[in-house]
């Protein structure tokens, strides 16, 4: 349940891929666990439908940065999909957070130079 | 990925989803929802599935490929869902593409794609013309080509004449074409030899030891294609003559049925000038223009006729021609295939005109459907795409449908001899043409099939979807179009149907000439003897015996022999002197028959005066012959023939004219009666030029010709065993073939009018009908206002009258303007015939009104209550 009043946007375009390769470096996850994780890390301040992840999921998979298996969920008897980062992911996960870096950086002083000086 | 693995990702996919959305539901219950309300969360939570799949669809990779799959799947279905619209476009377009494809294909090879010899654009043909006849092809005599091979207009100036030989040994004796040349006869083509070489010019002179070249033909057929056959040696007419050269497949000179050449030997002194049976053929220099060469040659002629002045005695009218190779084997049916073209090419827009408006009206049935799935979030472009995919499905099936119509009619043109193509090289499919007919009916399809779905899409969809398909009459510009294009099509098909309606006069008023001769139940085969073993002495004796033999057979009613046989080729001609009249004073030309006493009674050919030869003058020396009408009228005017004398020159004795028979068309329906003389086969013949030993038998019988050939044939081998006959034919199928240059494109015409008729009648039919459907609303509303069925009715058949109308007073005026180019192919038929005319105006007219009909009457059956509640 959200709360009044907070403030909450939509993802910006190309982050989604650099969050989801983030969260599954803690460890193998299904759909489900990877949209419930970065939204409750965000503070529920990044809102997404869970669905929308799996366009991406798969274009990852595509792009072979992470692979995709069903197996049984360790606290129910249940089968998931859960997909786990390559290096090849991992790589790709260290680019895109320079990158990321770099960009938030580049904005921060365009909008206040006054701080960098300090 | 790969797309094979597209199902399997798709159903994996699901489970992937399908397990999320579960977990969320689960999670949502924990919550304390109750389930219903915890699927509902779920759901929004989650996101709209369909799109899901799309997006995620995208990421695999394969979707520009499904949505592919995805519109021919949809395109297939919606056609099958109007099958009738689909199987009209799709027999549309192949009719289109597979006929212009052919004929076009047939114009190429016999106008267009040059002759395959290496001279072949700068061969010529030299004819002598004698314009008081209307004689355009008179073979020179040797004086008269010993002359004209001075020329200083041509490479090389050869002279030939054809015949036929028996070819014995090495399996059963063979009847061959053969064709005598003199020394630049190969050379005038520029043809090189495949195997060995061509004559050499000391075996042009006369006591050198027989040689010959083999045709390609011959050489597979008879040889088994051996390299070994140069130098060996064959029996010519039971003579030895040695085999220096083979020519290659494409060397087909002077016909398609010559098996061998020899080598021909012309004295440089000789005077026989009234013997003409040299065929000239001869090679521009090459800065030579054609009419510099003619006017050379009437220099030569004029030569000539200083020189034997006895002979041509100032014969005003004699001339010569020159024309191209090309031109002289297709000259005659080169009007027949402009004609098939211009009929192909109304057929082709016919086509479209009908892909078009059927396109049209499918546009407006569509209205209704893109506005739905405007509404629904359809892009412009996606329903273009599709409506291009659909059109692109259609185009695939008819066109496919059309190359297999062509590749079937080039395989029959090429089989049947309809059209002497092979000499041609024979019809090839035209690749070129398939393309731009195919290009033509695509574009058509695209254009009237995008136009309409491209103003639909733009279009305010709440509109469409709120006038729910019933348009009212009142929208008549969607309508204006496609009456239009019907209009059209009735014009066109008034066109098409014109020339067919010429043409099938034209073959009845053919069918219908006197022939002058009775071709019911006669057979005709030819023989010729050899040399080696018949004299001319026995040549007679022998046919004496062998018709004597076949009288003896029951069912036969007549025998003759003939040299030859009306309508096929009568080439054999000479010139006379008549008693009493300087022989300078008239060029006397007639062709020389040379026949058996029974020959009029076997062909039915009618006496007018005088009496027939018998048998008993045929032991004695020449001193009779009989005439036909055209000569008597023409040399004895006003006055009985009967008891006049004529000769064949200085050194023949008179011969007295005994009989007068009826005209008979000598030459074909179609040509004039040329004069012409009757010499009995005597025991010492006339005309050493004629080839006495080739004959035609002509067996009159009472029941089926056919059945008789095998008896004759039993006859003939008591005589002479080692005797083939060859060119077995009844005289009706002689004078049927001999009109086969009408018949042809009548036939074909007729085959485009109707397709034609068929395509309009459909094009009206389906306008009318789609009229009829879309005014359903406005007719339950006027008849609930009270107008009567017949009202309606009314109505909508005199919109139909008013296109009939409209579009054949536009045909009428466009037919009239055209058929004119047909005036040469048209026999006692004139262009603007009226009976003609009204025929084919009457038919259109009725099959218009039908086509109008059937729908009028379904929109006067409307039931007003059901229309209206309808809504």
Known sequence: MTKQGQQRVGLLQGTLDMLILRTLFYGPAHGHQIGKHIQRTSNEFLQMQHGSLYPALHRLEERGWVSAKWEMAPDRNREFKYYRLT???????????????????????????????? | MKWWQIKKRDEDLERELRSDLELEEEEQRENGLSTEDASYAARRAFGNPTLIKEQTHEAWGWAIFERF???????????????????ICAITLSLGIGATTTIFSVVDSLLLRP??????????????????????????????FNEYRQSQSFTHVAGFSVGTLTLTGNGDPLHVAASWGTPDFFSVMGTAPLLGRVFTADEQQEGHAQVAVLSHRLWQGRFASSREVVGKSILLNGQSCTVVGVMPQTFNFPSNDVDLWQPLSIAPASDKVGNHYLNLVADLKPQTTLNQARSEMATILDRIMQKYPKYYGGAAGLGVNVIPLREQMVGNLRPTVLVLMAGVGFMLLIACTNVASLHLARGEDRKQEIATR?????????????????????????????????????????????LDVAQLGGVRLDMRVLAFAAVVSLSTGLLFGLAPALKASQSNFNDALKAGGRDAMGSRRSTRSRSLLVMTEIAFSLVLLTGAGLMIGSLRNLLGVSLGFNPKNVITMRLSLPEARYSIARTAAFYHQLQDRVRGLPGVEAVAIVNQLPMTDVTANASFDVEGRPSNTDINLADTQIISPEYFRAMGILLMRGRFLNDEEAKLPPASVIVNQTLARKVWPGTDPIGKRIRLGPDYPWLSVVGVVADIKNHGSNVATKPEMYFLLTDQPLMMWVDLRSMTLVV?????????VNAIRGRLKQLDPELPIYKVST????????????????????LFACTALLLAAIGVYGVFAYTVAQSRHEIGVRMALGAQQ???????????????????????????????????????????DPKILLAVTAVLSAVVLMACLIPALRAAKVDPIAALKNE
């Not at chain 2, 799959?69 to 199987?87: C, T």
């Not at chain 2, 059109?391 to 089989?415: I, P, R, T």
């Open chain 2, 731 to 750: 005289l009706k199928e002689l004078v049927s073939s001999s009109i086969s240059q009408t018949r042809f494109p009548a036939l074909t015409l007729s």
């Open chain 1, 87 to 118: 290096e090849k992911g991992k790589k790709q996960l260290v680019v895109e957070e320079s990158q990321w870096k770099q960009m938030s950086e580049a904005v921060a002083r365009v909008m206040w130079p006054a701080a960098e000086e300090s």
């Open chain 2, 115 to 144: 002759l395959p010899y290496p001279n072949a654009p700068r061969v010529v043909r030299i004819w002598n013309t004698f314009a008081p006849r209307g004689m355009t092809e008179i073979p020179f005599s040797e004086p008269e």
């Open chain 2, 374 to 418: 405007t509404a629904l979030g359809a892009t412009r472009w996606r329903i273009l795409y599709q409506v291009l995919i659909e059109n692109l499905v259609l185009f695939l099936v008819g066109g496919g449908l059309g190359l297999l119509l062509a590749l079937a009619c080039v395989k029959w043109l090429n089989l049947t001899d309809y």
């Open chain 2, 69 to 87: 799959l995805q519109d021919v799947r949809y395109a297939f279905r919606q056609l099958r869902k109007n099958s009738g619209f689909a199987a």
């Open chain 2, 700 to 708: 009159r019988t009472s029941s089926e010709p056919e059945q008789m």
């Open chain 2, 790 to 832: 017949g009202q309606i009715l009314r109505l909508f058949l005199g919109q139909g009258v008013k296109w009939g109308a409209l579009g054949g007073c536009a045909g009428l005026l466009a037919a009239l303007i055209l058929v004119r180019f047909m005036r040469s192919m048209l026999f006692q038929v004139g262009p603007h």
